[in-house]
């Protein structure tokens, strides 16, 4: 199958192919002056043109100008398009002088003029070049963030029903209310406190906020809410263990993606034991990096993120949200645990 040629290519060879045809046109239709080979000329002119645009390119792409502040993409665009104009001038003049291609008439000016000349007249073309080349990106960059923000918020609303079905589960709420109703004779505060938790859990659930991210502190509350329940399932056979640093609480994370790792861990893990398990839950900065870790009984075995919608669904929005910056691994720490880990930027704090 022929390999599709880029359009950053296709918009390379259009763009000089329409120089030659300007040029020579005016060349043919309004010159007065003969010139000694001028297609040779012209060629070498926009073959120089070609090569020094995509060195251009080379460096724009490998400082990564773009992602600068729009000041400073400002300065760098002059300076690199003043820079590059001298270099098409000393080339084009340079080669010109070697091969004797051009017969000048009129009075002799020295080579620093003719190079001053010239860079000046490849500075409005490189002009031209880099600023349809940052139009362009940053047309594509925008429609690029407004896809990922559909994407993403198609991926939330889909995590939301997924989540509302399994909390409304009715076997999840005759769990919940059996082990409530066992307790209301002899530990009436208690069933109060659960009846409040479980209410807590479902109005969480069917909130269909819009925030993109919520406070880990926010989140940690429903979690807390929905381990207090399962403990009154497992009741010795889960050991809950949290690790949490204070200053991370108000680090912001994404809604319900804690709560979708701990219901995983219980799931996939604690559940599938005899004797049941410990899910831990550790939040931490390191390497200037926040670190939410929730490790659980249990093995992967066949359970995988492939085959799994929580942890699918954790990856995407994280991949979403952070572009790259973000991470998300899933392993077996030994024989007896998994560990689930999302590493995110710090986000500063006003």
């Given at each position: 199958?022929?390999?599709?040629?880029?359009?950053?290519?296709?918009c390379?060879?259009?763009?000089w192919?329409?120089n030659?045809?300007?040029?020579?046109f005016?060349?043919?239709?309004?010159?007065?002056?003969?010139?000694?080979?001028?297609f040779?000329?012209?060629?070498?002119?926009?073959?120089?043109?070609i090569?020094?645009?995509?060195?251009?390119?080379?460096?724009?792409?490998g400082?990564?100008f773009?992602e600068?502040?729009?000041?400073?993409q400002?300065l760098?665009?002059?300076?690199?398009?003043?820079?590059?104009?001298?270099?098409?001038?000393?080339?084009?003049?340079g080669?010109?002088?070697t091969?004797?291609l051009?017969?000048?008439?009129?009075?002799k000016?020295?080579?620093?003029?003719?190079?001053?000349?010239?860079?000046?007249?490849?500075?409005f073309?490189?002009?031209?070049?880099?600023?349809l080349?940052?139009?362009?990106?940053?047309?594509?960059?925008?429609?690029?963030?407004?896809?990922?923000?559909?994407k993403?918020?198609?991926?939330v609303?889909?995590?939301?029903?997924?989540?509302?079905?399994?909390?409304?589960?009715?076997?999840?709420?005759?769990?919940?209310?059996?082990?409530?109703?066992?307790?209301v004779?002899e530990?009436p505060s208690?069933?109060?406190?659960?009846?409040?938790e479980?209410?807590?859990?479902?109005?969480?659930?069917?909130?269909?906020?819009?925030l993109e991210?919520?406070?880990?502190e926010?989140?940690?509350?429903i979690?807390?809410?929905y381990?207090?329940?399962?403990?009154m399932?497992?009741?010795?056979r889960?050991?809950?263990?949290?690790?949490?640093?204070q200053?991370?609480?108000q680090?912001?994370i994404p809604?319900m993606?804690?709560?979708?790792?701990?219901?995983?861990a219980?799931?996939?893990?604690v559940?599938?034991?005899?004797?049941?398990?410990?899910?831990r839950?550790?939040?931490?900065?390191?390497?200037?990096?926040?670190e939410?870790?929730?490790?659980n009984?249990?093995q992967?075995?066949?359970?995988?993120k492939?085959?799994?919608?929580?942890?699918?669904?954790t990856?995407?929005?994280?991949?979403?949200?952070?572009?790259?910056?973000a991470?998300?691994a899933?392993k077996?720490?030994n024989?007896?645990?998994?560990?689930?880990r999302?590493?995110m930027?710090?986000?500063?704090?006003?």
């Amino acid at each position: 199958m022929k390999k599709k040629i880029s359009t950053y290519w296709v918009c390379q060879l259009g763009g000089w192919g329409t120089n030659i045809a300007i040029s020579s046109f005016y060349y043919f239709n309004l010159s007065v002056r003969k010139i000694d080979h001028f297609f040779l000329l012209v060629t070498i002119n926009v073959l120089l043109g070609i090569f020094f645009t995509h060195i251009m390119r080379m460096v724009i792409k490998g400082f990564r100008f773009l992602e600068k502040p729009i000041n400073k993409q400002v300065l760098y665009f002059i300076l690199v398009t003043i820079a590059f104009a001298i270099l098409y001038a000393c080339a084009d003049i340079g080669l010109e002088k070697t091969f004797n291609l051009r017969e000048h008439t009129e009075l002799k000016i020295s080579l620093l003029n003719e190079i001053t000349r010239s860079a000046l007249n490849n500075f409005f073309v490189l002009f031209i070049w880099n600023l349809l080349y940052y139009i362009f990106h940053y047309v594509e960059r925008t429609r690029k963030q407004e896809f990922d923000t559909l994407k993403l918020q198609s991926l939330v609303k889909e995590l939301e029903l997924k989540t509302i079905k399994s909390h409304i589960n009715p076997h999840f709420i005759f769990n919940a209310l059996n082990s409530i109703r066992a307790l209301v004779d002899e530990n009436p505060s208690r069933a109060r406190t659960a009846i409040t938790e479980l209410s807590n859990i479902l109005r969480s659930s069917m909130q269909t906020e819009k925030l993109e991210t919520v406070p880990l502190e926010r989140e940690l509350n429903i979690v807390r809410d929905y381990l207090a329940l399962e403990k009154m399932r497992f009741e010795e056979r889960l050991s809950i263990e949290m690790d949490i640093n204070q200053n991370t609480l108000q680090q912001p994370i994404p809604p319900m993606m804690l709560q979708t790792l701990v219901e995983n861990a219980i799931k996939h893990g604690v559940s599938k034991k005899v004797n049941g398990g410990t899910i831990r839950i550790i939040s931490d900065f390191v390497n200037n990096r926040h670190e939410l870790v929730v490790q659980n009984s249990g093995q992967l075995g066949d359970f995988s993120k492939e085959n799994g919608f929580g942890l699918r669904s954790t990856e995407d929005r994280l991949n979403l949200l952070y572009q790259g910056k973000a991470s998300f691994a899933i392993k077996n720490m030994n024989n007896e645990m998994v560990e689930s880990r999302i590493t995110m930027p710090v986000a500063p704090l006003h």
